[in-house]
């Protein structure tokens, strides 16, 4: 097996422009998870307690090209709970943003990231509807290991550590001196002006741009990988 370093960040909030740029200056590629049925709104997080501004990009910003370069993946087009809609509901939030996205970026997804991403967004029912229903091939959720496991099921797929987690940099030193595995960060861009963590995601980046072993992929490459379906990098 080889070492992978992946990222996927979901919503498509303007905080992505910023990130993009910074992945792109260390040369990591990375998932972009979009809901493109609220393109242009604003979610107020204040009641979370997150103080940060959640605008998500617009049409135009991401035809100019934002996520050129990175794959883009499925996170429906509403952000609603899946497991409570109906079959044919979720076929349409599924069907509809995964060519609302190819038509935006010009590649047909084969991923997603399921909205909320806890144990109540996806189930049995979900899944199968995904695997028989629609096109997509993978599906990440909010859970992470703090490992370096490639993923048993594709279809609940767990990062290692989220990008504001606290061990980042020291879980970051301990794939350095791993032979093989797969690192996964996943989150929101906008969190990082939460808790004023760019400085510490560069720092981040920094320290993974000297692992010349590590292949630098999308989820989407990994998939790729893991199934035989091409070659890799």
Known sequence: MKKFIAFSFDDGTTQDIRLAALLKKYGFSA????????LGETTDLSSLGINAQHLRLTKAQIENGIYSGFETAVHTLHHPLL???????????INADAQNIFTLCGSYPKGMAYPGGGEDSFDDR???ILKTKTRIKYARVGETTGKFDFPADLFR??????????????????????KQGLFLIWG??????????????????????????????????????LTDSRPIL
């Open 188 to 225: 929101h861009s906008y969190e990082l002006d939460a808790v004023d963590g760019w400085s510490r995601f560069e720092e981040f980046l920094r320290l993974m741009d000297g692992d010349g072993d590590a292949c630098r992929a999308s989820c989407g490459q990994v998939y790729d990988y």
């Open 83 to 93: 497991t409570s809609l109906s079959d044919d509901e979720i076929i349409a939030q």
């Open 31 to 38: 998932t972009f998870n979009l809901n493109t049925g609220l």
């Open 126 to 128: 979900v899944i199968s």
């Open 157 to 178: 797929w767990k990062g290692t550590c989220t990008v504001t987690d606290r061990r980042l940099l020291t879980l970051g030193q301990n794939f350095l001196r791993q």
